[in-house]
């Protein structure tokens, strides 16, 4: 079956802890994305892959680092989390490194910094 | 600076009530405007991509629409299990691939 898959689904953490939120497609997707989901901002782009180690920003990136060491592997990772990141985040993946093309989702992560 | 408002906010109907949401975008130059449905506790998931004003897809009771300045979802004789938030997102010519999504319009069908 066609999916992207994170982990964990669920994650509460105390401030300055570093953390890793996994994601992984099984598609051969090109372009790969990380979004936060807050109430009344709707989804923001954290940061985009375009193909191995080739990595962007997007529209709120500070705080996060990501990688792409391998096509279907894209981590977030999150070196001294604050409360300010509490947030749902969403993994993404496209065929297209273009990301003109349909985006499949991840199940979401509900992370909580305390 | 690429920006999407849809509206409105949330959208209460009965069973059969047929209706529109709206997305209206401003970018630089439009690579591509999408719409997703997202249930609660889920990752959104693709209805429809649209490419140049004119455009028009159909699915089941949903059909999507495009001008040069905005985007309706047109809902036909909806069904309870049609209640979702709708997202609308674009992609620009900016150079940079970046979606910009909208904040959603809640949909609420009662039986």
């Known amino acids: 079956e066609a999916q992207v898959t994170q982990n964990p689904r669920y994650l509460i953490t105390v401030t300055g802890k570093k953390l890793t939120v996994t994601c992984s497609q099984n598609m051969n997707h090109e372009y790969m994305s990380w979004y936060r989901q807050d109430p009344g901002l709707g989804l923001r782009q954290i940061y985009y892959s375009m193909n191995v180690e080739v990595t962007d920003k997007g529209d709120v990136p500070e705080g996060y680092k990501v990688s792409r060491k391998e096509k279907r592997n894209f981590p977030l990772i999150l070196e001294s989390p604050s409360p300010n990141q509490t947030s749902l985040y969403f993994c993404?993946?496209?065929?297209?490194?273009?990301?003109?093309?349909?985006?499949?989702f991840g199940q979401g992560t509900r992370l909580t910094v305390v | 600076e690429d920006q999407v408002t849809q509206s409105p906010e949330a959208l209460r109907l009965q069973e059969g009530e047929s209706s529109s949401l709206n997305c209206s975008y401003t970018?630089?130059?439009?690579?591509?405007l999408f719409w997703y449905r997202q249930d609660p506790g889920k990752g959104p998931e693709f209805l429809f991509t649209?490419?140049?004003a004119g455009e028009e897809k159909e699915k089941e009771r949903l059909k999507a629409t495009l001008t040069k300045k905005e985007s309706f979802l047109h809902i036909t004789a909806p069904k309870p299990e049609d209640s979702a938030t709708y997202l609308c997102?674009?992609?620009?010519?900016?150079?940079?691939?970046?979606?910009?999504f909208g904040t959603g319009t809640r949909l609420l069908v009662s039986p």
């Open positions: 970018v630089s130059g439009l690579r591509g």
């Open positions: 649209l490419y140049s």
């Open positions: 997102a674009v992609l620009s010519n900016t150079g940079f691939q970046k979606l910009v």
């Open positions: 993404a993946s496209s065929l297209s490194k273009a990301a003109n093309t349909e985006a499949f």
